[in-house]
């Protein structure tokens, strides 16, 4: 979810010419498509990747959210860029729009920690977040699970809705 379309952007620009400048296409779509959300963004990219790099995080598509980058101290760090971001935009409805939806994904992680790491657990909360997910036309948040099943084992206190699954070979979550 988070910069789907940035990505096919650049995949497609890659796919023309592997040569390419890959830096200023991603300037270009940034600022075309965020408009004055775009320097936020840019940073919020910038300040996530650099991050993990000095970490030496690697995540995998699956991983549950323990990785230092994504700390609560990094969380509030990225959301403060979101919230420029945002402001940025307040009058344009479409471009709050596509930085609203890059955010969902750090609202994910921040429900993913509270519920599964600290016990902590606000069903409206879990309920709006859903309700915001269909409403930007998203349809899966975890692999193998329907969004439906994702929001129940999270309500249900599952990292992730395959365990309802008998068939599933589930792993214990890492430990922080």
Known sequence: ???????????????????????????????????????????????????????????????????????????????????????????????????EKNRLSIRWVRLKRAAMLRGELDPETVNRFFADWKAFSLSRVDEWCNIETTHRALLEGKWRGTEFFDHWINEEPEAL
């Open 1 to 99: 979810m988070d910069f789907n379309e940035l990505r096919a952007y650049l995949i497609s620009k890659l796919l023309w010419d592997p040569d390419c400048d890959l830096d200023a296409h991603r300037r270009d779509f940034m600022e075309y498509f965020y408009g004055p959300a775009a320097p936020y963004l840019d940073e919020y990219l910038n300040l996530l990747c650099d991050t993990c790099e000095a970490r030496g995080d690697h995540v995998g598509f699956n991983d549950n959210p323990v990785h230092g980058f994504l700390e609560e101290d990094m969380l509030d760090k990225y959301d403060a860029l979101f919230d420029k971001a945002a402001e940025a935009v307040r009058g344009d409805p479409l471009r709050l729009w596509r930085v």
